[in-house]
């Protein structure tokens, strides 16, 4: 029978990966908590409308990575959601969230596009998104990248720079649009094909081309900074002065512009150069007008989303590793027994505990207890058993490091706390 695989660019975590997602969504999560932010989730699985109408018709995700697919049952179109944001606002609105007043959110999960498998880019991978509704100030917007400056802290992660643009409203993003569009048609022969097409679309997207003599006339194109009116300038250099007086360093991209076309006002990202070229590992901005636009009262809102799987790449192989306390070696009815007894009194002191299943001499078991990766051995046999008691052979020292300690002979009773040291 011919061998089953895993659908491309769809991958395994195996248990010995694990550990480095652990230690994310552990640090992340608490992070997020200490700055007031509450967990919420919303399907996989959405209406394809939802994502169309929020995202924009004429964009990268919609027009060529979405998977989308017809209900067997009753032919409704549904879209695997291709990123975070749309179906939580969809979820605050059709609960009411905001009701009552602003809300911190955050979140973790899969999103699936289908795009070209690459090192840290895959058709379903996974974000670590951070929502704020209801607040329309500059102040929360430098808030959620503060938060994100300690993440990479606690991360251990020093080698990413924060770049910030505003896009402005409506009316100047219109007023740009324009300018954008007269530059364009005065160098048709230099664009390409799919530039070509989105010109009279949507131009700012024009902006990301990776073609080269696209890039040679986005170098001189108009910049929407130009644009910006008295308001949104206000907002922007509050913004600034906050990510200034919280030591955040900073510098400002005009050319930041997102994949979404729900963006307004501040953009940003964080990027890094340590895998030869620039890669945006967490990106956000304000979406103001999403709420409305997907039925809901007026709200602003602002967001990010971080790819998870990119922070893995760059954790260092120090990142703390998920490891057993003890590993329970025992032989005979009698040591088992006491080995189950005991091994569930260590798991309410709130250690890590394994017991060996399925037999086997003391040598076999001991060579199980070490391959486990557990700081001890713990071992019972008939002696142990009739005396009360358990050796104890250590096996690593507290940064992992196998040992040959000696082993010592102590009372059950005394064994957590010895096994905390």
């Not at 008295?230 to 510098?251: C, G, I, M, W, Y």
């Not at 940003?268 to 409305?292: I, K, M, Q």
């Not at 890590?352 to 076999?364: D, E, L, P, R, V």
Request: proline share 4%; aromatic share 8%; hydrophobic share 40%.
């Amino acid at each position: 029978m011919e061998k089953l695989q895993a659908v491309r660019g769809m991958n395994d975590v195996l248990p010995a990966d694990a550990s480095k997602w652990e230690f994310f969504e552990d640090t992340v999560t608490r992070v997020a908590r200490q700055y007031g932010y509450r967990n919420m989730r919303a399907p996989i699985v959405e209406y394809t409308p939802l994502f169309v109408r929020s995202i924009g018709e004429v964009t990268d995700i919609v027009e060529k990575e979405m998977y989308s697919f017809e209900d067997k049952l009753n032919g409704e179109k549904l879209t695997l959601r291709p990123e975070l944001t749309a179906g939580l606002v969809r979820a605050a609105v059709e609960a009411n969230l905001t009701y009552n007043g602003p809300v911190r959110i955050y979140t973790m999960g899969e999103v699936f596009r289908h795009e070209r498998p690459q090192k840290g880019r895959y058709r379903q991978f996974n974000q670590f998104d951070v929502e704020c509704f209801g607040f329309d100030g500059p102040d929360v917007d430098a808030e959620i990248m503060v938060m994100t400056a300690r993440i990479w802290r606690e991360l251990g992660i020093n080698d990413v720079r924060l770049e910030i643009n505003s896009l402005g409203n409506v009316d100047e993003r219109a007023a740009y649009r324009e300018k954008l569009i007269a530059h364009y048609e005065a160098q048709l022969p230099a664009l390409d094909d799919e530039a070509k097409r989105r010109l009279h679309t949507n131009p700012m997207r024009i902006l990301d081309s990776k073609v080269a003599s696209v890039i040679e006339v986005n170098k001189t194109a108009p910049v929407l900074l130009d644009s910006l009116q008295d308001e949104s300038r206000a907002h922007f250099a509050k913004l600034q002065q906050l990510l200034t007086e919280a030591n955040v360093p900073f510098a400002v991209n005009p050319r930041i512009v997102r994949g979404m076309d729900y963006y307004n006002r501040t953009a940003f990202e964080f990027v890094t150069d340590r895998f030869g070229s620039p890669l945006t590992v967490c990106g956000g901005g304000r979406y103001d007008g999403l709420f409305e636009q997907l039925g809901g009262k007026p709200t602003p809102a602002i967001g990010f989303g971080m790819g998870i799987e990119r922070v893995l790449m760059m954790l260092a192989d120090s990142t703390p590793v998920a490891t057993l306390d003890a590993y329970i070696v025992h032989a005979g009815d009698a040591a088992q027994k006491t080995a189950s007894s005991l091994a569930e009194t260590l798991r309410d002191a709130g250690l890590a505990i394994a017991q060996h299943a399925n037999g086997g001499s003391f040598k076999s078991q001991m060579k199980k207890a070490d391959a486990s990766g557990a700081r001890y051995a713990l071992v019972i046999g008939d002696n142990e058993v009739a005396a009360g008691t358990v050796a104890v052979k250590p096996l690593r020292d507290a940064q992992g490091a196998a040992i040959q300690g000696e082993q010592a002979i102590i009372t059950s009773s005394a064994v957590a706390a010895h096994l905390r040291g």
